[in-house]
DNA sequence: TTGACAAACTTGTTTGAACAAGTTATTATT
DNA sequence: AATAATAACTTGTTCAAACAAGTTTGTCAA
């Protein structure tokens, strides 16, 4: 399928330890010996385990081996940039997407603050509340860059914007810059999530970045307290 | 100094950025350009651009080049994994720490669910309140494995733990899976922090493992929702 | 049995090379 | 001048090799 060596190669070693044919804190098989398993040469072994201790299945020891984690990750999301529609539709939940703000606007000193678009620059202004169970869950608050995404209807926000922006205008993400903080509840959290005033909520600040480095947009994810989690793994410098 | 050279170059790349000698959204010199300029081999570059497109300074782009990313990461501890006296001594914060509980207790089963250590095993049990300009901020509740950290005492935790760990100890610490969370204010912070049973605190649980893969420590850190944020840059996949 | 030493492992770093594949600039053709 | 083919870039993947450095094992001598 996909014909790169080594994501087989991490694709192979992770589901065996996932399936505990490589049991937690034993070693892996050593670089030499799985170089002869998969008929490969050392570098392209070591690639296959370099991402695979970046999202923290294993650890390598020098002088000793490749140790698997006494707990590999379970959410294969780990602190990953997903969209919402990816993970609702991975996970089967139903969801419901209502778009109460869908507008342009024109970047002021505040808006630029807070989005790190540039003053005067023009955006799309995307505000979508997601409803799990019939519960109000997440306010969704869109800042895209006009000149990138031009073509944004209302209609494409109300299934997957990522899957128009990457397939339908070709355009390649890179990654995003995530800030996770508390804050009280906003006059559009209070409106929209129906939440008083006084309370918090979790939000999530997205700024994320084109593979040519340039920031196409911004985006708030407001959860109510209670139902938000955010996994990821860091390592020891 | 540090004798491995695609550490010094992605040092030195990143400083460069960071004083905008590379400028955002502009192009890096060629890979070959580089092996040049440092006199190295083509890996070796590439290694080095490896680590600063994993951080968010630059992306590349097949058969265009490598991109500085608009705007590249401002705090150094991206996601990252540092302890508190770490951070305190970088920014030159002055921090007070009490400690109104050390002990060792056995795990029985409820806290074998939460803190992922076998039922049966014994374990510190350290709680650590952080008081910054007079205002108590965050409590830490530290659990540690007996059979890996033996000799810890109080004054140590008055101290740096990580500190004592990774050079009195000789234990090398490879990452820590991150949980963050909100959650209504426990007994604990209720008593310590002085925060109202029905008000939401933010809650990060970190699960730490040696570089054997084994557990050793888990701890939660509990911060007031004012003023807390946590930063990291995810990479699409 | 104990200790010291050497050999045989392990992973970590670096080099050089070759080819694949995407993008840009040049050139030739119409 | 516009277009198409080509060449000259760029990064992406993989290989083979050598050496460094940490850990374990085995051997031999005291």
Redesign the interface.
């Known amino acids: 399928m996909t014909k790169n060596k080594y994501f087989e190669i991490y694709q192979s070693i992770k589901t065996a330890i996932t399936n505990g044919v490589y049991a937690?804190?034993s070693k892996l098989p050593s670089e030499h010996t799985l170089c002869q398993l998969y008929d490969v040469s050392r570098n392209t072994i070591r690639r296959a385990l370099e991402v695979l201790a970046?999202e923290?299945f294993?650890?390598s020891?020098h002088g000793?081996g490749v140790?698997?984690?006494?707990?590999p990750?379970l959410h294969l999301l780990v602190?990953?940039?997903?969209s919402f529609s990816e993970v609702s539709a991975q996970t089967g939940i139903h969801v419901e997407t209502t778009i109460p703000v869908f507008e342009t606007m024109v970047v002021d000193s505040q808006l630029a603050q807070k989005t790190?678009f540039h003053i005067g620059s023009h955006v799309f202004h995307v505000v979508r509340i997601r409803t799990i169970d019939h519960v109000k869950a997440i306010l969704d608050e869109n800042f895209f860059d006009c000149t990138l995404v031009p073509t944004l209807t209302r209609s494409i926000c109300e299934q997957s914007i990522y899957d128009f922006i990457e397939h339908t205008l070709q355009l390649?993400?890179?990654?995003?810059?995530?800030?996770?903080?508390?804050e009280q509840a906003s006059p559009l959290d209070q409106t929209y999530l129906e939440i008083p005033s006084h309370?918090?909520v979790?939000v999530i600040k997205n700024?994320v970045?084109l593979?040519?480095?340039?920031?196409f947009e911004y985006t708030e994810s407001h959860h109510l307290?209670?139902k938000?989690?955010?996994?990821?793994?860091?390592?020891?410098?």
């Open positions: 937690p804190e970046q923290g294993v650890t020891v000793k140790f698997v984690m006494a707990k990750p602190g990953g940039l997903q790190g390649k993400i890179n990654g995003a810059q995530k800030a996770i903080c508390m309370q918090f979790a700024t970045y593979e040519t480095g340039q920031q307290p209670e938000f989690t955010f996994h990821t793994f860091a390592r020891r410098a």
